[in-house]
């Protein structure tokens, strides 16, 4: 057991308190400067515990043992799920641990269908983990003041401590968490839902169903697994009634995280929520942020912190986006993974433009360093709106959204149009009517030539009984 785990609540408290205080006065350049070099000395901890690795480097021409302060960190191969866990067997992946000193393992979504990656946490790191998270919600909610319920319905056996927060992690069941929330959640200040874009539809009619009043349990929400777009958070708050733009406690959030490396890479503030709004109507807010001119469906803005990972930009284009690339800080990590592609397409914002772009908001700059995420690079198919343009459509009428499961499919069509076919909640909800005016409505924001059907629950023919514990794919598989 570590030495957090020794010290009592108020100690923990003070801590956290004293930390980030000590993070703000650092400032972005120091700690940016500080990730870096944390950043190498990861990779020189993977070459002497990985095998793995060690191999990588030397087809790359580097002697693992030559790695040091003086290395170039962009030599260094680039780790991807194709030429590690694709590649190796998990014994040559991992530092050589006896199975009795592993505690945690997680996998990733095996979305892409090929394989797994997997994160193993030795008990020694597992049972500290919680500190990051209570250092995230502290910054965020202020946990440490109000007394805080958590009820996480992530998927995939997504669970985490706390030791600011009492946590039911209770997955993808919608009647388990509204109880909870319903009945133990009015003894708590606040209460925070953790859940996907995908499943909180569920959890939402349940919780009209059966009385959970979000107003009165000061309800916020954490959203992860995939790509949160404004018109689903104005949605989502809408239904719980929050006042996104207004309310100083409540609020809908993004984190992103990597089933290989860790939950909560990267995460929405109060600021950068304010930031991404504000991008709908100042052009040239969004062309700051984005280098240019902005994407058919607005990134994600998201804080991080550098003493946690340090973040790279692949092969950037005109406007400074390429593919993510994270390297975890930190020494003892099981499977290191350093300079891991995530497949996802990201921009790293300069502090200047981050200052200037939060002012142009009207919002206080974030005290950590920003970066855009717009979505998986193998979303974006030549001749297809993004996944996240069409969610920005169906979410756009909220009497629409209502009649909607959110499961949809996007494929060509026979006479190269984008086909776009949408599971109804409901069998009646299927209508011609319902699919004329989506159609409408991709008219008006630049979508016209989109092709649209609603089908009921059940002639959806796409996984048509969701299970929500695995990622949904939106988009038809590409042509080989």
Not at 34 to 59: F, G, I, N, V, W
Not at 312 to 319: K, Q
């Amino acid at each position: 057991m570590g030495w957090l785990s020794l010290l009592p609540a108020g100690a923990v408290r003070t801590l956290r308190g004293f930390l980030l205080k000590q993070g703000r006065r650092m400032g972005g350049a120091g700690m940016l400067a500080r990730s870096k070099s944390s950043a190498l000395r990861a990779c020189m901890d993977a070459a002497r515990h990985s095998p793995a690795y060690r191999t990588l480097l030397q087809e790359s021409g580097i002697n693992p043992s030559g790695i040091g302060p003086q290395t170039d960190l962009t030599s260094l191969p680039v780790l991807t799920k194709a030429n590690t866990f694709e590649r190796f067997a998990l014994a040559q992946l991992a530092r050589p641990l006896p199975a009795t000193t592993l505690a945690d393992v997680l996998t990733s979504s095996g979305r892409g269908g090929r394989s797994y990656g997997f994160r193993l946490t030795a008990r020694e790191q597992y049972e500290e983990a919680w500190f990051d998270i209570d250092l995230g919600l502290q910054d965020i909610f202020g946990v440490d003041d109000k007394p805080t319920l958590l009820v996480n319905c992530l998927p995939m056996g997504v669970v985490f401590r706390s030791r600011a927060v009492a946590v039911a992690n209770v997955s993808v069941r919608e009647d388990m968490a509204c109880s909870i929330l319903r009945d133990v959640g009015p003894g708590f200040a606040q209460t925070l839902l953790c859940t996907d874009p995908m499943f909180i539809r569920r959890l939402l009619d349940e919780a009209q169903a059966v009385g959970v009043d979000w107003r009165a349990l000061g309800t916020s929400v954490i959203l992860g697994e995939e790509v949160l777009v404004e018109t689903q958070r104005d949605y989502i708050a809408a239904r719980m009634g929050i006042a996104i733009d207004r309310d100083p406690h409540r609020l809908v959030g993004s984190s992103f995280g990597v089933g290989e490396l860790g939950l909560n890479l990267l995460f929405e503030t109060r600021e950068t929520i304010r930031m991404r709004r504000a991008m709908r109507g100042n052009p040239a807010l969004a062309q700051l942020l984005c280098g240019g001119a902005p994407p058919d469906a607005l990134p994600s803005v998201f804080c991080y912190n550098p003493l946690r990972t340090h973040l790279e930009v692949l092969n950037p284009d005109a406007n400074g986006f390429g593919e993510l690339c994270i390297t975890m800080l930190g020494a003892g990590n099981v499977i290191a993974l350093p300079r891991y592609a995530t497949g996802d397409m990201a921009r790293l914002v300069p502090a200047q433009d981050a200052q200037q772009a939060a002012a142009l908001a009207g919002v206080q700059a974030p005290w950590l360093p920003v970066a855009l995420v717009q979505g998986r690079i193998k979303d974006r198919r030549t001749g297809l709106p993004s996944v996240e343009a069409i969610k920005e459509l169906i979410y756009r009428d909220h009497a629409i959204a209502d009649q909607l499961s959110g499961a949809f499919r996007l494929e060509p069509a026979g006479d190269g149009r984008p086909r776009l076919t949408l599971q109804a909640n409901m069998a009646q909800a299927a209508t011609l009517e319902l699919a004329r005016r989506l159609a409408q409505l991709g008219a008006e924001s630049g979508l016209a030539n989109l092709q649209v059907q609603v089908l009921g629950p059940e002639e959806f023919p796409w996984r048509p009984a969701l299970d929500y514990e695995r990622k949904f794919d939106y988009l038809a598989a590409a042509p080989v």
